[in-house]
């Protein structure tokens, strides 16, 4: 049995934020999990899909995109099941148009929505804070602090969307959701099945003929009945102290916060931590700031508590100094070093001579350190695919790019992307482009699952506007960039299970592409040559398949398949001219530099190599051979 | 208070992740608390990684206390016990957080980044590296974990179990041996060959 999954009350596991909201969900007693694969919060999901032989009554599934998702999440929280989703913060921009209507309609059972948001934006193309939302949705944010309160705050926000009949968010920023650490547990409910009951509710669920007026009504009124009773419900408290300077936190800022105030010395200073950050209560704040003679908020990006908390001052008459963003970065994220660093010029505190002395050594010592950009795994099909792009086109056209582990082509050796904003950014604005008459030919990018989720509307109407544009769709049937979630066209499941992939060439058809090409991105030369005839085309719409499973989900299916064929690759050091094509240019990490005394050899690290036999295929000298090895065993079965 | 924070870095794939785990594991054994966040946006992709371990826990007679316990994912500036650097070049990236008694493992094997790879920066040399990590701390140690394992298990596979022998040996942890070989008995599926690389490393450290 998984340590998820014990139904042991107080025994303590070790778990990861991500699953700590797994667990509450368990507890809570959900019956019904959404979700679109997201980093940071993407492991929510596989913790469902992993649980699922345990708890078969929770209905869990990859949907194809947030909106999607949340929408489903509703649909099974109006039939009096309780139900959960889960996104990174730009899936809200998906999903907004439901959440702006689920407080109108309001809840069956508890309905709670999870956001990973990701403040320094370590694995998203934007910071955006998913709190500000909660203004005009008027959803209640819960933030927790500890990897405790993420579950803990998860079964509490079911019993508060049933109460105030309204969906709940839990904001989880990055750096809780990839926390590691001690989780207390509560007991599971037994459940053996779900049983749906929908009860009609016209008023609330059709808002037509003005019935959005009268609901939108309500959601104001319950939200201040909620505003209320904030205090009661036992998300925010106060660590006394009585020093006349106070601080105001949440999330895991508290944290950072509470040790910065250690390692200052200013252990007396009152916080009020804040764990319910919309709505927030007049009463409570004011009681706090009160007696104070300054107030600090120490929060991530724009300050959403700060502009809350003035608003409510304004209106009190309460004339407190509050200090937010006008210290602390309203971009990029906090940690403790940060909010130290700050509070000691603010309150002149010298730094530590320990301190001092490190940070003037790494002033002195770490600034030429080459940093490690990241690049496409060993025997990665798309290394294969973008090395055919740049020689086909040479750099020479706009390339567009997306969201998927294909955005490192940004990066060297390949540097072929001129954009990536968001999903499908690339054909859309792609398109943008051919009709401002660009002169370059326009190359767009996308991933399958990432085609799935928005690319379709996408590729109908450049259809439907004539545009001219290749499209290279990198097919390698999984989310791989998340984890390795299933895709549309994800064939078999690793433990060999036959799934119903969507047919892309059928659908591309449907909709009017009538230019298709498959290329299989390990046979360099022929995909060469194909991408060079789509573009010499010119007009119209023109999609490239390239279609070869993710390298890492191939390689576990191989190692369970026990095949009785080896392949290597070998680089001949007499052949080997050190034109760099294979170090540099394909950029393969498994292709490694020997050095001696003074010259070097290239060799291929045998090791971490997954014998994809593209540097064979490119080497200009032949330089690189491959060997075949038959073992007996089992035949090699391919997917 | 007991108070112990150890920080794992080195690249995606090397394992930096599931040693922090066998670390954490056999605190919560140890009926200590445990917190630390990961940063593993390049797993598997030649990216750093790192993860933090820090261990809390109450001594006799004392009891929780808001401030002692706040204890965040991140282990602040100058302040680590113990390093285990996977990599040479990642010993000096994270050196911000040694101190002058920090204890630093060093596996001695360096791995190109792409950047020098493709010539935009010099790679830095590797005893260049060295003498300035012994700038920050005096206690810092360097093997060739790699060899070690290749030589004695004829895999890479060892590497961090046995990186984990040399960091209970040398670094005064608050965790007992027989939580970490339990751990590494839950942990993997090759408990013999795992136990036999812990105790390996152990034995090297007393030999250093």
């Known amino acids: ?639 | 208070m007991i108070r112990y924070d150890i920080l794992i870095c080195g690249i995606g794939g090397q394992g930096v992740i599931s040693l922090g785990t066998s670390l954490k594991l056999a605190a919560i054994e140890d009926g200590l608390t445990v917190v630390g966040a990961e940063k593993r946006g390049g797993a598997q992709r030649e990216g750093v990684v790192v993860s933090n371990v820090r261990y809390l826990g109450l001594e006799e007679g004392e009891c929780f206390d808001d401030r002692n316990m706040a204890v965040s994912g991140l282990i602040p500036n100058a302040s680590v016990d113990m390093m285990i650097a996977m990599e040479p070049l990642e010993a000096l990236r994270h050196a911000a957080y040694l101190h002058e008694d920090s204890i630093v493992i060093i596996n001695n094997f360096p791995l190109i980044p792409v950047a020098v790879r493709i010539g935009e920066y010099e790679d830095l040399d590797r005893d260049e590296i060295f003498s300035r990590v012994r700038e920050f701390s005096k206690n810092v140690h360097i093997y060739n974990i790699n060899e070690i394992a290749i030589g004695n298990f004829k895999s890479l596979r060892q590497v961090n179990t046995i990186s984990l022998g040399l960091a209970f040996s040398l670094g005064n942890m608050p965790i007992s041996e027989k939580s970490l070989i339990k751990t590494l008995k839950d942990q993997f599926s090759e408990f013999e060959i795992n136990k036999l690389a812990f105790e390996l490393g152990v034995r090297i450290a007393g030999k250093y």
């Not at chain 1, 014990?6 to 019904?32: H, S």
């Not at chain 1, 010119?538 to 191939?554: D, F, K, W, Y």
């Not at chain 1, 690759?569 to 240019?585: F, G, N």
């Open chain 1, 1 to 639: 049995m998984k340590p998820l999954s014990l139904n042991e009350p107080e025994k303590i596991i070790l778990a990861m934020g991500n699953e700590a909201i797994v667990r509450g969900g368990l507890e809570a007693g959900i019956g019904y999990f959404s979700t679109y694969p997201g980093t940071p919060a993407s492991e929510i999901g596989q913790g469902f899909i992993d649980l699922g032989d345990e708890f078969s009554y929770i209905h869990t599934e990859f949907s194809i995109n947030e909106l999607v998702a949340t929408h489903g999440a509703m649909g099974a929280s109006w039939a009096n099941v309780r139900s959960m989703t889960a996104m990174k913060q730009v899936g809200m921009n998906v999903a907004a148009e439901a959440f702006h209507f689920s407080g109108y309609t309001g809840v069956g059972a508890g309905f709670v929505i999870v956001i990973g948001s990701d403040p320094g934006a370590t694995s998203s193309t934007t910071e955006q804070d998913d709190r500000w939302y909660s203004l005009h949705t008027h959803l209640p944010v819960l933030e927790p602090a500890t990897i405790q309160e993420a579950k803990d705050f998860t079964v509490k926000a079911f019993g508060l969307s049933e109460k105030y009949n309204i969906p709940v968010i839990l904001n989880t920023p990055s750096k809780l959701c990839h926390n590691i650490g001690s989780l207390r547990l509560e007991k599971i409910p037994e459940i053996v099945s779900v049983d749906g009951n929908f009860k009609r509710n016209p008023v609330r669920y059709i808002n037509l003929f003005g019935g959005a007026v009268k609901n939108h009504k309500n959601l104001l009124e319950s939200i201040k009945v909620l505003q209320r009773d904030v205090q009661s419900l036992g998300f925010n408290r106060v660590i006394p102290g009585t020093d006349k300077i106070g601080f105001i936190s949440s999330s895991i800022n508290y944290l950072y916060l509470m040790e910065a105030l250690s390692m200052l010395g200013l252990r007396e200073s009152p916080v009020l931590k804040i764990g319910i950050s919309y709505p927030i209560n007049e009463e409570e704040i004011l009681s706090f700031i009160k007696d104070l003679e300054k107030v600090y908020i120490v929060e991530d990006l724009e300050g959403f508590l700060e502009f809350q908390i003035k608003h409510l001052l304004y209106n009190s008459n309460l004339r407190v100094p509050i200090v937010g963003k006008s210290i602390f970065p309203e971009y990029g994220e906090l940690d403790v070093d940060l909010i130290s660093s700050i509070l000691r010029d603010e309150f002149k505190i010298p730094p530590s001579e320990r301190l001092k002395r490190i940070l003037q050594l790494t002033g002195k010592l770490t600034k030429d350190i080459p940093p490690r950009q990241g690049a496409f795994c060993t025997g990665c099909p798309h290394r294969a695919t973008l090395y055919s792009i740049v020689k086909a086109t040479g750099r020479k056209a706009i390339f567009g790019g997306d969201i998927g582990c294909y955005t490192l082509a940004c990066l060297p050796p390949f540097k072929s992307f001129d954009w990536v904003t968001c999903m499908n950014c690339g054909a859309g604005i792609g398109q943008g482009m051919f009709h401002a008459n660009v002169t370059e030919d326009i190359l767009a990018y996308v991933g399958d699952s990432t085609f799935f989720h928005s690319g379709i509307p996408n590729l109908i109407n450049a259809i439907e506007q004539d545009v001219s544009l290749v499209l290279v769709i990198l097919d390698n049937k999984w989310v791989s960039m998340t984890g390795h979630q299933p895709s549309p066209t994800t064939k078999t499941t690793l433990n060999g299970e036959k799934l119903k992939p969507v047919d892309l060439k059928g659908l591309l058809k449907s909709i009017g592409v009538s230019y298709v090409r498959t290329i299989k991105p390990f046979n360099i030369k022929s995909s060469i040559v194909t991408i060079k005839d789509a573009l010499r085309e010119r007009n119209g719409v023109r999609v490239i398949i390239s279609e070869q499973e993710c390298a890492l989900q191939n390689e576990k299916r191989i190692i369970e398949r026990h095949d009785g064929l080896e392949v290597y690759y070998q680089i001949d050091p007499e052949r080997c001219q050190k034109c760099d094509e294979c170090y540099v240019e394909l950029g393969c990490p498994s292709i490694r530099k020997m050095t001696y005394d003074n010259t070097f050899d290239y060799y291929i690290e045998e090791t971490t190599c997954l014998r994809c036999g593209s540097c064979h295929d490119i080497c200009p000298n032949s330089a690189i051979g491959r060997v075949e090895i038959k073992r007996m065993g089992p035949r090699l079965e391919t997917s």
